[in-house]
């Protein structure tokens, strides 16, 4: 019978243990500056690739942990470092498990290693989706990809918007409209390789939080780019569109490809999730501390009740948001069904406990909770990014109520 434990492996301690250190030697103390710059921070990134963790061999070996727990593990412990730099360091990846998933052995062998570069000339990669009229309603993209049959090109044009790595990425994976009357089902993923005339950044954002990652509009003006860099290849995407059309022809089948692509989303909100209480807990243990040794009245602020248990609800919180993002992140290997969208209630718990908690540390800091001298000030700022990207709370709340009610709600 299966032993069901909590506890993490020997290997999975000696993996978090080692991403901790890097974390904590060389994110954080970097943390401060790069979130002052507002700049993508290529030494520190080059640093993760030095030591591995810049890479998808890292990526790969925590996805296949068969407990689940090697991908949640390895974003909370990033992110605790700074949420900004992680960013940084992730991003790539975001963009290459596009490619893994849906791309071809051949498209694998090529662009993944373009991605990353190498450790002595790092690049980074971009996955592009969000529209200016097109964020949570992805269904109102507009950015379009027609196939030029005679020179077996695609070619793309539209803006897409707050792409993390936009612009400065060497490969740029874009999504696009390929069959307009299919809705979300009739679009597909290009591989927009380095250096391909028509592709330009439009404007960088300045934002609240995570300003050590970069934010841009991707500019696509008749963008053509190789058949070989259809995701998956034609006769896959030619399969898959005639099979729509069918099923949209048919009605109610439909739904079985609106459940397939729902759980994509549910097993990858819960790293997001992780990602949040990450930055929860670096919030909460420099404010315990603080609260251990800032003196008033005579003793510990700590000694008060209402320093005290909000500590206490802190350090509750944020392990409940663990609980559900292991538990979410173990269905998913499992192959369990996220039957009240496990994977969204992860996301959306951790993401506004995160707010909740980092916010609480600003106030038990007190006037140095405000000041850019302590660190709580930005990750309260970082943590914002939590509860907006990866689906917003409202968007979470909305398929957690559908999933449980198999009601319309709207
Ligand atoms: C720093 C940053 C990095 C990002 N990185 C990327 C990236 O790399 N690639 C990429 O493609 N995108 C990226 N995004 C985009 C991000 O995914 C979108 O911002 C997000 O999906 C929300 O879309 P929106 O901003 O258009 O908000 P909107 O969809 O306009 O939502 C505005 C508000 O309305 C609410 N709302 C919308 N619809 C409903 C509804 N039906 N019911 C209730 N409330 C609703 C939302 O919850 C929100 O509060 C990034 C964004 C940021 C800020």
């Known amino acids: 019978?299966?032993?069901?434990?909590?506890?993490?492996?020997?290997?999975?301690?000696?993996?978090?243990?080692?991403?901790?250190?890097?974390?904590?030697?060389?994110?954080?103390?970097a943390a401060a500056e790069w979130d002052e710059r507002e700049e993508t921070p290529w030494p520190v990134i080059q640093e993760a690739a030095k030591v591995g963790i810049y890479s998808l061999d890292f990526y790969a070996q925590q996805f296949f942990d068969p407990t689940g727990l090697g991908i949640p593990m390895a974003m909370e412990e990033l992110f605790w470092g700074d949420a900004g730099i992680a960013l940084s360091i992730v991003g790539t990846g975001l963009a290459a498990i596009g490619v893994v998933a849906n791309g071809t052995e051949e498209q694998i062998g090529t662009w993944i290693p373009q991605m990353y570069g190498t450790p002595d000339d790092v690049k980074v990669a971009a996955f592009c989706s969000s529209e200016p009229d097109a964020g949570s309603d992805v269904g109102s993209m507009r950015t379009r990809a027609v196939y030029d049959q005679a020179k077996d090109e695609w070619v793309l044009n539209g803006t897409k918007t707050w792409a993390t790595n936009g612009g400065i990425a060497n490969v740029h994976i874009v999504v696009a409209v390929v069959d307009p009357e299919l809705g979300t089902k009739g679009h597909a993923s290009f591989i927009v390789p380095p250096n391909t005339p028509g592709l330009s950044q439009g404007?960088?954002?300045?934002?609240?939080g995570i300003r050590a990652s970069h934010t841009a509009e991707v500019v696509l003006e008749d963008v053509r780019v190789p058949g070989s860099c259809l995701l998956g290849g034609k006769e896959k995407l030619d399969e898959r569109l005639a099979r729509a059309h069918e099923r949209a022809r048919a009605g109610g089948a439909g739904e079985r490809v609106k459940n397939a692509a729902m759980a994509t989303?549910?097993?990858?909100?819960?790293?997001?999730?992780?990602?949040?209480?990450?930055?929860?807990?670096?919030?909460?243990?420099v404010a315990l501390d603080y609260a251990k040794t800032r003196t008033q009245f005579g003793r510990p602020i700590?000694?008060?009740?209402?320093?005290?248990?909000?500590?206490?609800?802190?350090?509750?919180?944020?392990?409940?948001?663990?609980?559900?993002?292991?538990?979410?992140?173990?269905?998913a290997v499992a192959g369990k069904p996220f039957t009240s969208a496990e994977g969204s209630m992860s996301k959306l718990f951790a993401s506004e406990v995160a707010k909740k908690?980092?916010?609480?540390?600003?106030?038990?800091?007190?006037?140095?909770?405000?000041?850019?001298?302590?660190?709580?000030?930005?990750?309260?700022?970082?943590?914002?990014?939590?509860?907006?990207?990866?689906?917003t709370s409202e968007i979470q709340r909305l398929?957690?109520?559908?999933?449980?009610?198999?009601?319309?709600?709207?």
Not at 4 to 28: C, P, S, Y
Not at 203 to 208: A, D, L, N, R
Not at 307 to 328: E, G, H, K, P
Not at 399 to 410: D, E, L, N
């Open 1 to 29: 019978m299966a032993e069901f434990t909590m506890e993490l492996n020997d290997d999975q301690k000696q993996v978090r243990d080692w991403i901790h250190g890097f974390a904590a030697e060389v994110i954080r103390p």
């Open 203 to 208: 404007q960088k954002f300045k934002k609240h």
């Open 265 to 285: 989303f549910e097993a990858s909100r819960p790293a997001v999730g992780a990602m949040a209480v990450g930055t929860a807990r670096a919030a909460y243990e």
């Open 302 to 331: 700590i000694d008060n009740q209402g320093i005290a248990f909000q500590l206490a609800d802190m350090r509750t919180s944020i392990d409940a948001a663990r609980l559900l993002v292991w538990r979410a992140s173990w269905m």
């Open 357 to 391: 908690v980092t916010a609480q540390a600003v106030q038990i800091l007190g006037g140095n909770g405000f000041t850019r001298e302590y660190p709580v000030e930005r990750m309260h700022r970082d943590s914002a990014i939590y509860t907006i990207f990866e689906g």
């Open 399 to 410: 398929v957690i109520a559908r999933t449980i009610s198999q009601m319309p709600i709207r």
